[in-house]
């Protein structure tokens, strides 16, 4: 069974960088991609970025490009989300998700097969 936890949330002052893990277990992501979301208050949850599966890059949204990076630790089953650079505006709760066996990067959230419950990361003076 699929399991995604994420780790590292927090609260961060502006311009600040935090590192966000997510722990997956139950499948490889040799065959399996993995995206990262978040739900801002009052907004509808959207993509950060996407890899593995059959997608040989990461995928990054718009939004994302220049302080989100996104990398693989094969050895500990791990995804991390690197943001640096911090705003307010990215007070978010963040997600990670798995998409079914052999998709294409990026995947919605809703066509996901599995999902974390998610990490606070609260960005304040």
């Known amino acids: 069974q699929a399991e995604l936890v994420e780790v590292g949330g927090g609260l961060v002052q502006p311009g600040g960088s935090l590192r966000l893990s997510c722990v997956f277990s139950?499948?490889?992501?040799?065959?399996?991609?993995i995206g990262w979301f978040r739900q801002a208050p009052g907004k509808e949850r959207e993509a950060i970025s996407c890899m593995g599966g059959r997608w040989g890059r990461t995928f990054y949204s718009d939004s994302a490009k220049g302080r989100f990076t996104t990398s693989r630790d094969n050895d500990n089953n791990q995804v991390h989300l690197q943001i640096n650079s911090l705003e307010f505006e990215d007070t978010a709760v963040y997600y990670c998700?798995?998409?079914?066996?052999?998709?294409?990067?990026?995947?919605?959230?809703?066509?996901?097969?599995?999902r974390g419950q998610g990490t606070q990361v609260t960005v304040s003076q």
């Open positions: 998700a798995r998409g079914i066996k052999g998709a294409m990067c990026p995947f919605t959230w809703r066509g996901a097969a599995a």
């Open positions: 139950g499948f490889s992501l040799n065959y399996y991609p």
